[in-house]
Nanobody, 117 residues
Framework: QVQLAESGGGLVQAGGSLRLSCAVS????????MAWFRQAQGKEREFVAR????????SYADSVKGRFTISRDNGKNAVALQMNNLKPEDTAVYSC??????????WGQGTQVTVSS
Protein backbone atom coordinates (compact mmCIF):
# COMPACT_ATOMS: atom_id res chain seq x y z
CA GLN A 1 0.00 0.00 0.00
CA VAL A 2 1.40 3.34 -1.05
CA GLN A 3 1.37 6.01 1.65
CA LEU A 4 2.16 9.69 1.17
CA ALA A 5 3.03 12.22 3.86
CA GLU A 6 3.38 15.93 3.16
CA SER A 7 5.36 18.42 5.20
CA GLY A 8 6.62 21.97 4.92
CA GLY A 9 3.45 24.04 4.90
CA GLY A 10 3.01 27.16 6.98
CA LEU A 11 2.39 30.89 7.01
CA VAL A 12 4.45 33.18 4.80
CA GLN A 13 4.21 36.76 3.60
CA ALA A 14 3.49 37.55 -0.03
CA GLY A 15 6.67 37.35 -2.06
CA GLY A 16 8.16 34.72 0.22
CA SER A 17 9.03 31.08 -0.40
CA LEU A 18 8.12 27.67 0.98
CA ARG A 19 9.29 24.18 0.14
CA LEU A 20 6.84 21.31 0.46
CA SER A 21 7.96 17.71 0.66
CA CYS A 22 6.05 14.48 0.09
CA ALA A 23 7.56 11.30 1.49
CA VAL A 24 6.51 8.09 -0.26
CA SER A 25 6.41 4.69 1.39
CA UNK A 26 5.25 1.30 0.21
CA UNK A 27 6.55 1.66 -3.33
CA UNK A 28 9.63 2.91 -5.12
CA UNK A 29 9.20 6.52 -6.19
CA UNK A 30 10.84 5.95 -9.55
CA UNK A 31 7.89 3.83 -10.68
CA UNK A 32 5.29 6.51 -9.98
CA UNK A 33 4.04 9.69 -11.57
CA MET A 34 3.79 12.32 -8.85
CA ALA A 35 1.73 15.47 -8.65
CA TRP A 36 0.69 18.31 -6.39
CA PHE A 37 -2.85 19.58 -6.16
CA ARG A 38 -4.36 22.31 -4.02
CA GLN A 39 -7.75 23.23 -2.70
CA ALA A 40 -8.61 26.66 -1.42
CA GLN A 41 -11.49 27.11 1.00
CA GLY A 42 -14.80 27.01 -0.84
CA LYS A 43 -13.19 26.07 -4.16
CA GLU A 44 -12.65 22.93 -6.20
CA ARG A 45 -9.37 21.07 -5.99
CA GLU A 46 -7.02 22.12 -8.77
CA PHE A 47 -3.91 20.73 -10.39
CA VAL A 48 -0.63 22.47 -9.55
CA ALA A 49 2.28 20.45 -10.95
CA ARG A 50 3.25 16.99 -12.14
CA UNK A 51 6.45 15.04 -12.72
CA UNK A 52 6.42 11.88 -14.79
CA UNK A 53 8.23 8.67 -13.91
CA UNK A 54 11.13 7.75 -16.13
CA UNK A 55 11.51 10.94 -18.17
CA UNK A 56 11.03 13.31 -15.22
CA UNK A 57 9.19 15.64 -17.57
CA UNK A 58 7.20 18.27 -15.71
CA SER A 59 4.06 20.30 -16.27
CA TYR A 60 2.50 23.16 -14.32
CA ALA A 61 -0.72 25.05 -13.99
CA ASP A 62 -0.51 28.41 -15.72
CA SER A 63 -1.10 30.17 -12.41
CA VAL A 64 2.15 28.81 -10.92
CA LYS A 65 4.38 28.50 -13.98
CA GLY A 66 7.71 30.26 -13.44
CA ARG A 67 7.21 30.41 -9.66
CA PHE A 68 6.85 26.75 -8.59
CA THR A 69 9.20 23.85 -9.30
CA ILE A 70 8.44 20.17 -8.77
CA SER A 71 11.31 17.75 -8.36
CA ARG A 72 11.93 14.21 -7.19
CA ASP A 73 14.66 12.67 -5.07
CA ASN A 74 14.60 8.96 -5.76
CA GLY A 75 17.26 8.35 -3.14
CA LYS A 76 14.98 9.79 -0.44
CA ASN A 77 11.83 8.45 -2.07
CA ALA A 78 10.34 11.93 -1.87
CA VAL A 79 9.06 14.65 -4.17
CA ALA A 80 9.31 18.36 -3.46
CA LEU A 81 7.47 21.49 -4.52
CA GLN A 82 9.55 24.65 -4.31
CA MET A 83 7.24 27.66 -4.21
CA ASN A 84 8.70 31.12 -4.80
CA ASN A 85 7.15 34.57 -5.05
CA LEU A 86 4.05 33.36 -3.25
CA LYS A 87 0.81 35.27 -3.60
CA PRO A 88 -2.24 35.41 -1.33
CA GLU A 89 -4.18 33.49 -3.98
CA ASP A 90 -1.79 30.57 -3.45
CA THR A 91 -3.36 30.02 -0.02
CA ALA A 92 -4.76 26.48 0.04
CA VAL A 93 -4.32 22.97 1.36
CA TYR A 94 -1.66 21.34 -0.80
CA SER A 95 -1.79 17.59 -1.34
CA CYS A 96 0.56 15.26 -3.15
CA UNK A 97 -0.74 12.42 -5.27
CA UNK A 98 0.82 9.35 -6.84
CA UNK A 99 -0.22 7.13 -9.69
CA UNK A 100 0.38 6.09 -13.28
CA UNK A 101 -1.27 6.62 -16.65
CA UNK A 102 -3.01 9.81 -15.57
CA UNK A 103 -4.85 8.39 -12.60
CA UNK A 104 -4.16 9.35 -9.00
CA UNK A 105 -5.24 6.58 -6.63
CA UNK A 106 -2.90 7.56 -3.81
CA TRP A 107 -3.16 10.80 -1.84
CA GLY A 108 -1.57 12.40 1.17
CA GLN A 109 -3.46 14.16 3.95
CA GLY A 110 -2.45 17.61 2.81
CA THR A 111 -0.57 20.53 4.30
CA GLN A 112 -1.86 24.08 4.78
CA VAL A 113 -0.12 26.96 3.02
CA THR A 114 -1.23 30.46 3.99
CA VAL A 115 0.13 33.54 2.25
CA SER A 116 -0.55 36.88 3.93
CA SER A 117 -0.71 40.14 1.99
Amino acid sequence: QVQLAESGGGLVQAGGSLRLSCAVSGRTLSGLDMAWFRQAQGKEREFVARIRRGSDSTSYADSVKGRFTISRDNGKNAVALQMNNLKPEDTAVYSCAAGIFGTWPYWGQGTQVTVSS
